[in-house]
C-alpha cells in the first residue's frame, strides 16, 4: 500500500501529530504497507449512526478487498471486530433532529440539485493506493 509511505514522508511532512503518528505505526508494524494491495472505494449512502465517531458518514460498499484490508488492520493492530467501512462527514454528540438535518444537508451538498460544483460528489468513490 504505496499511499502509507507516500504519506508519512511527502504529503503530511514532518511536523504534523499525523505525521508523527503515522511513522510510528509504520515503524511498529512495517509489514502492512506490504499486506494491502491498491482496491476501490466506492460510495453507496448517507447516513447517521448512535456515536460520536459515527454521528453522520458516507457508507462504503462491503466489497471484498476493503474487507480484507480491515482484517488485515484488525489482526495487525489488534482492533475490535466491529468493522463498517464508512468516509466521517460529522463527529459530533447532537440531538437526533439535528443529525437528520446534517444528513440532509449532506446529501443535499454531495448529491442534490442546485449543489455548488465545489461540493458535489462527481464520483461515486476512489481508489486506495
Not at 515503524?27 to 499486506?35: D, E, G, I, Q, Y
Not at 482492533?79 to 440531538?95: E, F, G, Q, T, V
Amino acid at each position: 500500500m504505496d499511499f502509507l509511505v507516500c504519506c508519512s514522508t511527502t504529503q503530511l511532512g514532518t511536523n504534523s501529530a499525523s505525521s508523527r503518528w503515522l511513522h510510528q505505526l509504520l515503524r511498529r508494524h512495517p509489514a502492512v504497507p506490504c499486506l494491502l494491495q491498491k482496491f476501490r472505494i466506492n460510495f453507496l449512502d448517507v447516513s447517521q449512526g448512535t456515536t460520536f465517531h459515527r454521528c453522520v458518514y458516507i457508507l462504503v460498499a462491503k466489497e471484498r478487498s476493503i474487507m480484507e484490508a480491515g482484517e488485515t488492520a484488525r489482526k495487525e493492530f489488534d482492533l475490535p471486530s466491529d468493522y463498517m467501512p464508512h468516509l466521517s462527514l460529522l463527529y459530533a454528540d447532537i440531538p437526533a433532529g439535528t443529525k437528520d438535518a446534517s444528513q440532509q444537508q449532506a446529501v443535499q451538498r454531495l448529491y442534490g440539485k442546485n449543489s455548488d460544483y465545489s461540493t458535489l460528489l462527481t464520483d461515486n468513490g476512489f481508489t486506495a493506493e
